[in-house]
């Protein structure tokens, strides 16, 4: 069964708009931890911002943001003030705590800035 | 900053070859990981090693081994290349213990079997 669910299609946005990405996560453990990465054109995938379950507060770093909402299992990602540089695939990621650090990815998101 | 490398960016190579993809990781992490990554499919795991000489299989183990003689390094072995394992390669390594630790990732092996 699929633990993590993107399924927006492609989306443009304007540069210095927001843009929120979608990501539905499935889990029966209490702790766990989310993770978004970005994937531009190049190839490579860059570590944007980690959610655990028993956090509080939403992840931020920078231009990043997480709205997690924990009943609804879902881990949005909001970049805010989109840059052209933003364009890339955005991946949603989890990590079931049960020791050996493996992450189940989602599909991607493909992301285009316009200017 | 954590610093995994992939042998090549580019790689082509013909049918039924032995094909090796080597990463290198040079932050002492335990766990290193082998993905493949195909259009509309998102990142398989193939192999996971937790420490030196261990390996586990991924969800997609079929047609690839791995082999893990020091921390550093991580193999991934294509037995006897076919055409469908033309894809992306991706290697990464993370701490053990701490539940936060990202997944560092290599730039990727663009790997095509003709």
């Known amino acids: 069964a699929q633990k993590i669910t993107q399924t927006q299609p492609g989306m443009f946005v304007q540069e210095k708009e927001a843009v929120t990405l979608d990501c539905t996560y499935d889990t029966s453990d209490q702790s766990y931890g989310l993770f978004w990465y970005k994937q531009p054109s190049s190839g490579e995938m860059i570590f944007l911002i980690y959610q655990g379950s028993y956090d509080e507060q939403n992840a931020t770093e920078g231009r990043y943001s997480l709205n997690f909402q924990k009943a609804r299992k879902s881990a949005n990602l909001v970049i805010s003030a989109s840059q052209l540089g933003d364009s890339a695939m955005y991946f949603c990621?989890?990590?079931?705590?049960?020791?050996?650090?493996?992450?189940?990815f989602g599909k991607g998101n493909q992301v285009v800035v316009i200017p | 900053d954590v610093k995994v490398t992939q042998s090549s960016r580019y790689l082509v190579k013909r049918t039924g070859e032995k094909v090796f993809l080597e990463c290198v990781q040079d932050?002492?992490?335990?766990?290193m990981f082998w993905y493949r990554q195909d259009p509309g499919l998102g990142l398989r795991l193939i192999y996971f090693?937790?420490?030196?000489?261990?390996?586990e299989k991924g969800d997609i183990p079929e047609g690839y081994s791995v082999s893990r003689e020091k921390k550093e390094r991580f193999s991934l072995i294509l037995e006897s290349a076919s055409t469908n394992q033309t894809s992306m390669y991706l290697c990464?390594?993370?701490?053990?213990?701490?539940?936060?630790?990202?997944?560092?990732f290599g730039d990727g092996t663009r790997l095509s079997i003709l």
């Open positions: 990621a989890m990590r079931e705590d049960y020791g050996n650090n493996r992450l189940a």
């Open positions: 932050m002492d992490h335990e766990n």
């Open positions: 990464a390594s993370t701490l053990t213990g701490e539940s936060n630790q990202p997944q560092h």
């Open positions: 090693s937790y420490d030196v000489k261990m390996k």
